[in-house]
T-cell receptor, first 114, second 111 residues
Framework: GDSVTQMEGPVTLSEEAFLTINCTYTATGYPSLFWYVQYPGEGLQLLLKATKADDKGSNKGFEATYRKETTSFHLEKGSVQVSDSAVYFCALLRGSGNTGKLIFGQGTTLQVKP | GAGVSQSPSNKVTEKGKDVELRCDPISGHTALYWYRQRLGQGLEFLIYFQGNSAPDKSGLPSDRFSAERTGESVSTLTIQRTQQEDSAVYLC?????????FGPGTRLLVL
């Protein structure tokens, strides 16, 4: 069945460091891919998405490129801030049309130190 | 506009009791989803409703779990005869297209 695998955390970085959180997926076809973020004490919110191969999603300085050759959707940011400390979830959409269930990775905790 | 709302925000119950969790989706969103997040784990899909179609119940972990939705509005997730392993945060989401918008969740603790 479909699945998403993320790098294990926690990931601890100093402010202004480069961030990569790896995400790979197993699925039939080419599902839409997402990164969601959960800040401390807050609900889950969409960070970025890509709906087809070679698309790049971007938001708040974060980027991820849909790579069908490597079935990956790695999250990157050039310079992290303390405020980026959160749990990051990679997910794929499995369904028909524009709706369906999200299949999530296990989440990666990012801690950014000043 | 208003986001997805869920109630109660916290629920403590005793093993064996039934609980009902409520979700109010964003107005106009035709699809509604329930997920579960157990401590230290990722989110598990439970069930989703899309318009008038039969719900996708493939993620429900046992027949103690059920959910209903009234038209394109409120949904209720019911857990009968709760067990300690049901302790988790139950998240509701709604969508009109691909992006799902999540509520704050109901934190359920079964003693």
């Amino acid at each position: 069945g479909d699945s998403v695998t993320q790098m294990e955390g926690p990931v601890t970085l100093s402010e202004e460091a480069f961030l990569t959180i790896n995400c790979t997926y197993t699925a039939t076809g080419y599902p839409s891919l997402f990164w969601y973020v959960q800040y401390p004490g807050e609900g889950l919110q969409l960070l970025l998405k890509a709906t087809k191969a070679d698309d790049k999603g971007s938001n708040k300085g974060f980027e991820a490129t849909y790579r069908k050759e490597t079935t990956s959707f790695h999250l990157e940011k050039g310079s992290v801030q303390v405020s980026d400390s959160a749990v990051y979830f990679c997910a794929l959409l499995r369904g028909s049309g524009n709706t369906g269930k999200l299949i999530f990775g296990q989440g990666t905790t990012l801690q950014v130190k000043p | 506009g208003a986001g997805v709302s869920q109630s109660p925000s916290n629920k403590v119950t005793e093993k064996g009791k039934d609980v009902e969790l409520r979700c109010d989706p964003i107005s106009g969103h035709t699809a509604l989803y329930w997920y579960r997040q157990r401590l230290g784990q990722g989110l598990e899909f439970l069930i989703y409703f899309q318009g008038n179609s039969a719900p996708d119940k493939s993620g429900l972990p046992s027949d103690r779990f059920s959910a209903e939705r009234t038209g394109e509005s409120v949904s209720t997730l019911t857990i009968q005869r709760t067990q300690q392993e049901d302790s988790a945060v139950y998240l509701c989401a709604s969508s009109i297209q691909e992006t799902q918008y999540f509520g704050p969740g109901t934190r359920l603790l079964v003693l």
